[in-house]
């Protein structure tokens, strides 16, 4: 049994579907006669269709589910052994769903990454007073922004030749001179 997080939505307004998600883009199926939630399984982005696929987990996976004949009487559903397929057009909300599953290895390394810039761009903006200031035009706010990175290069290139690159990432020095005796 899988673990509810968030609030459930039917992924198709228009009809009554076993099928929801939630907010974080987790696509669910919902067994019929137990109330049971399962997780689909993630098959793949189709660039073509720009649409994420999703299979039957007790299909994929083969455990049993009770409600499996009332699932298989629906219209798009397969009988031949590879079990229902759900198409999650990227349309549906482009915050949620994305053509990388929030789930996957691959979104939560991207993710990190956007974190690691987030954390550049809140330095650029608060320590280096580019959040209130007075510059106009694009050519002079892009040489500004250069050498404010520059700068930051500098001062861990700095920083690592004194051999603290414990010190990389910090504008105030305060530690001790390494020891070299």
């Known amino acids: 049994m899988a673990r509810r997080e968030g609030r459930a939505r039917p992924l198709h307004a228009d009809k ?16 019929p006669d137990t109330g049971i939630e399962h997780g689909l399984v993630f098959h793949g982005f189709g660039a073509d269709r720009g649409t994420l696929k999703y299979r039957c ?30 198409r999650v057009p990227l349309e549906t909300d482009r915050r949620i769903f994305t053509p990388r ?52 290069v500098a001062l861990a290139c700095a920083s690592v030749e004194e051999r603290q690159p414990h010190l990389m990432r910090s504008l105030v020095r305060t530690g001790a001179p390494p020891d070299t005796g």
């Open 16 to 31: 009554a579907d076993t099928i929801v998600h939630t907010e974080r883009g987790e696509v669910r199926c919902i067994c």
């Open 57 to 86: 987990p007790v299909a994929t996976y083969g455990f049993t589910c009770q409600g499996r004949t009332s699932c298989t009487a629906a219209d798009d559903c397969q009988t031949n052994g590879y079990g229902r397929i759900v």
């Open 101 to 152: 599953p929030r789930s996957s290895l691959t979104w939560q390394r991207c993710y990190r990454s956007r974190s690691a810039l987030e954390r550049i761009n809140v330095r650029l903006d608060q320590s280096f007073g580019f959040e209130h200031h007075h510059i106009r035009g694009l050519s002079r706010m892009t040489a500004r922004v250069n050498f404010v990175l520059a700068v930051m």
